[in-house]
């Protein structure tokens, strides 16, 4: 990026220096900077070549040993003008970094040479880097532009934009953050306002110092949350797409950060090692997720048979359904804690959930499945007598068996608790499809028919909103 030039460095703590014959001078005129362009290779004036002298000009930054000056005056002649973004064409290393930086302050100092309180007239204080009214002393500071740039991901898939006016090259979700927010605040909002996706997960990644707009632009990598259909703000971009890490065409210059998150994410594969980031706080930090999933495939679902209460283990392929399940819950990224049913076939899941996510178990009596006493362990579609009975598990059933009132009953108080006790966290619930069924009616408004035919395939997940 523009600002790695190590093993240099730019110290800009203010000094009240003097140019010496071979001090640097940043020359502006209308926006452009003197400079000299051969093969990449950026040069600036220094104080020398325009006669030795110029009273006004104000200290910047150094870089290494050698002093940058701001000089309200026009470069030599054999020295041509240049845009900023001429400059990141054509340019790299420490000199473009040190344009940048100059550009910025360039443009604090032209904006600010009279005082906002009494117009009179602004200069340089000699202790530090403001600037002091003459008249009335008021004091102003440099000022910089908070802005976010945000690497939206869904499905292994990244949020790939370009500008409808500007930088004609791809880039990511960015934008300024507005008076009274919070940077993860800012995401949010301008993924909205560009795209009309929510998102989750918000994870810093790194910052920059984007002169040329008198930015420092911070990084940030989250997930669409929920429906991933773009819905694009024509008057801000040109594109919007969700592009695939092999797919992706990076800019041509590495000055930018963004450019560095969309490398990141293409040479990882989209796979983006937690190690490098930091977790931010959620925008709505009360938003309680709860993941309902079934255990894996076990022999009596291979039977057919009603399997309740009976402990029954995974089958191989349960076992690799329990394995893409742990896979998806990784992609989605949120899950803090999984709550699992007593019995083996939804533990054997949890675990091999919990070791691809790093999460604790919790096992929770409340969600062992529908116990269906006497019709344990028959086929599922049943005899005729089954048939008929079915009629009445709504408020009994026999040999000890529950009611589907009382398993409604345990599983609500279930969720209940989940809510308070989990408030603002996303658990999963490992357990079975009549625990899940039940689950669906304390979300969703459901009629008897979209009940009675309610199915949850092995390892399915479902996702539920508090
Ligand atoms: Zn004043």
Redesign the pocket.
């Known amino acids: 990026m523009i600002q790695d030039i190590a093993p240099s460095r730019l110290d800009n703590s203010w000094q009240a220096k003097q140019p010496q014959p071979d001090s640097i001078l940043m020359c502006f005129r209308d926006g452009r900077l003197s400079a000299a362009v051969t093969d990449g290779e950026l040069q600036f004036p220094r104080l020398k070549d325009i006669g030795g002298q110029c009273e006004t000009a104000v200290f910047l930054f150094s870089i290494d040993n050698e002093d940058f000056f701001l000089a309200d005056t026009a470069g030599p002649n054999d020295y041509s003008y240049y845009s900023m973004r001429e400059l990141r064409d054509q340019c790299t290393g420490k000199y473009l970094y040190a344009a940048f930086t100059a550009y910025h302050l360039h443009i604090w100092y032209a904006d600010n040479r009279y005082?906002g309180?009494?117009r009179?007239k602004m200069q340089q204080d000699s202790a530090e880097r403001a600037l002091i009214?003459t008249?009335?002393g008021?004091r102003i500071y440099p000022r910089i532009n908070p802005a976010v740039i945000v690497g939206v991901i869904s499905h292994g898939r990244i949020l790939i934009t370009r500008y409808r006016r500007g930088y004609a090259h791809n880039a990511l979700v960015a934008g300024f953050t507005e008076i009274g927010e919070t940077l993860e605040e800012t995401v949010a909002r301008e993924v909205m306002e560009e795209t009309g996706l929510c998102v989750r997960n918000i994870r810093y990644y790194k910052s920059q110092p984007w002169g040329m707009a008198q930015d420092i632009l911070m990084g940030f990598f989250c997930e669409a949350d929920g429906d991933d259909l773009i819905r694009m703000d024509e008057n801000e971009l040109k594109s919007a797409v969700w592009c695939k890490p092999d797919m992706i065409e990076l800019q041509p210059q590495q000055h930018s950060l963004t450019n560095e998150m969309m490398q990141l994410f293409r040479d990882t594969n989209g796979h983006l090692p937690p190690k490098i980031f930091t977790r931010m706080p959620d925008v709505l930090p009360d938003r309680t997720r709860i993941y309902f999933t079934r255990h894996g495939e076990t022999d009596m679902n291979v039977e057919n048979h009603v399997s309740g209460v009976t402990d029954c283990a995974l089958t191989e392929n349960g076992i690799m359904q329990a394995q893409q399940l742990a896979a998806v819950c990784a992609e989605q990224g949120d899950i803090e804690l999984i709550l699992c049913s007593p019995l083996k076939r939804a533990r054997r899941t949890a675990e091999i959930v919990a070791a691809q996510i790093h999460v604790p178990i919790v096992t929770d009596e409340r969600l062992r499945e529908w116990n269906y006493g006497s019709y344990e362990g028959q086929p599922r579609g049943g005899s005729p007598e089954f048939q008929a009975a079915k009629r009445e598990f709504g408020v009994r059933m026999k040999d000890g068996g529950e009611s589907l009132l009382q398993l409604a009953h345990r599983v609500y108080s279930c969720i209940d608790d989940i809510r308070k006790q989990y408030a603002g966290m996303t658990v999963l619930c490992v357990c079975h499809g009549g625990v899940c069924r039940v689950a669906e009616t304390y979300f969703k408004d459901m009629t008897t028919d979209a009940f009675s035919h309610f199915f949850m395939g092995n390892c399915e997940l479902r996702r539920y909103e508090l």
């Open positions: 005082c309180i009494c009179g009214c008249e009335c008021h």
